[in-house]
């Protein structure tokens, strides 16, 4: 028999659970969940390993808004969090400088920081004093030249993102990087060559982590909160028919919804969706993302560097990040251990080719002293981790949600809306989505 639920959100992510926990202040009754998974959280998901707690690579909690940094408050209790302290750093050149790079700059060889400042000095004196958005470089390439000039750019802007993106820093826009990519004016980049820090900068410089369990807590909390009764799991949505607003479930069942919202990648919802018009898939067709392969390494005894993060830009090495939960909070390892995640830029060759060249990289990094103390490494993948912001993103994903809104279906989230975007923004996706759900 078919079931009949008027509100329907596809997805138990941060985005769906905040879906849900905003409709309880519109409406008596709650939408249904579907959720693919055994499990709440999406991608905010942790799995243990032998006594070790490892998250989907690092998901530091950063909260600007008030509003949901005290939902999340509410939801977790205060004493569920640590605040934490940014510890990053980057490794190039065979040393460590503080993140942002282009804001720290001593340390590296001297010839090094002469072309970043000379470059940024050029840059500086090459734009107009001031910069609409409008008027901004479209390609993150020419971004990146624009206002850091040429030495930071090729000592780590180009190769990191490259690395990173899995994609030249031509073939992006730089649409992506207002609120993420620290922009220090001249002065700073000056002061930071010479070895006058500034702490602080950037948007994730402090962070709440949970002291035990991993973010999946965070999850987990928001779905008591939601209700578990309005959460359906191991409920994979199978096909989407809008005009008879019909979903079909992998296990056969079939609900009738009046509005639907959904937090599955936008590309998976369009070819799940039945009589999507040629336009549309035209531009579902258009949208790229990347996949992340990642590490998830166990280690014996302490770590020899303190960071939560390292960026890792130059070409010869198979990583770009190297991050260690277990300096944030010890309590993801067992007694006498600690943990890292190693995400990797060569999407190429085989694990047994590059695990060796991390390893060796661990131990130049100075992170590790010797092979013997990794006690496991086990890979994981993220597909779509990183959607591609190119040019034919904006007409492509516009399209797309144009569409479903004439069909009554709200894309939402990370990877539903399409984006780069925080934890924060996908609950804050849950407002708008919620608010969309109850309107009249
Ligand atoms: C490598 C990496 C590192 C990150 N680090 C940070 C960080 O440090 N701090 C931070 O704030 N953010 C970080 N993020 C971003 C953060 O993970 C996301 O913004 C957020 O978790 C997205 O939540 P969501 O609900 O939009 O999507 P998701 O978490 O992807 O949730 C979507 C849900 O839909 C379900 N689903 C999919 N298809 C179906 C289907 N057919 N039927 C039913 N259900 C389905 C999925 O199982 C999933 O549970 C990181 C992301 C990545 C990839």
Known sequence: ????????????????????????????????????????????????IRGFTFDVTGHWLHLRDPHMRSLVLRACG????????????????????????????????????????????EAKFNRPPEVSLADEPKRFSDWIRFYFGEGIATHFM????????????????????????????????????????????????????????????????LADLGGRENISLSSAVKTIDPRERIISLEDGQEISYERLVSSMPLPDLIDRTLHVPTSVREARGQLRATEVIYLN???????????????????????????????????????????LYIELSDRERSLDEIIPEVIQGLIEMEIIEHREQVMFIE???????????????????EIIHHWLAEVDILSVGRYGDWNYSSMEDALLDGVRAAKWLWRT
């Open 1 to 48: 028999m078919r079931q009949h639920q008027p509100q329907l959100v596809i997805g138990a992510g941060l985005a769906g659970l905040s879906t849900l926990i905003h409709s309880q202040k519109l409406s008596a009754e709650a939408p249904l969940l579907l959720e693919a998974a055994s499990h709440v959280g999406g991608k905010a998901r942790s799995e243990h």
């Open 78 to 121: 205060e004493a569920h969090f640590a605040p934490v302290e940014r510890m990053s750093r980057v490794w190039s050149h065979g040393v460590y400088t503080r993140y942002p790079f282009q804001a720290n700059v001593y340390g590296l060889p001297p010839t090094v920081i002469k072309e970043c400042v000379m470059g940024a000095i």
């Open 158 to 221: 180009i190769p990191y993102n490259a690395k990173l993106w899995g994609v030249s820093a031509d073939e992006i826009t730089s649409r992506w990087c207002q609120r993420f990519v620290p922009r220090p004016d001249l002065e700073s980049i000056i002061a930071g060559a010479v070895g006058c820090h500034q702490e602080g900068m950037g948007y994730n410089a402090t962070f709440l982590y949970p002291k035990k369990g991993g973010i999946q807590t965070v999850a987990e909390k």
């Open 297 to 339: 390494v166990g280690i014996q005894g302490p770590l020899g560097q303190a960071d939560h993060w390292i960026y890792v830009p130059e070409e010869r090495w198979p990583m770009y990040r190297v991050g260690s939960f277990t300096n944030a909070m010890p309590s993801m390892a067992p007694e006498g251990c600690s943990s």
């Open 379 to 397: 890979p994981r993948r993220i597909p779509n981790a990183y959607v591609i912001y190119d040019e034919r993103y904006h007409e492509s994903r």
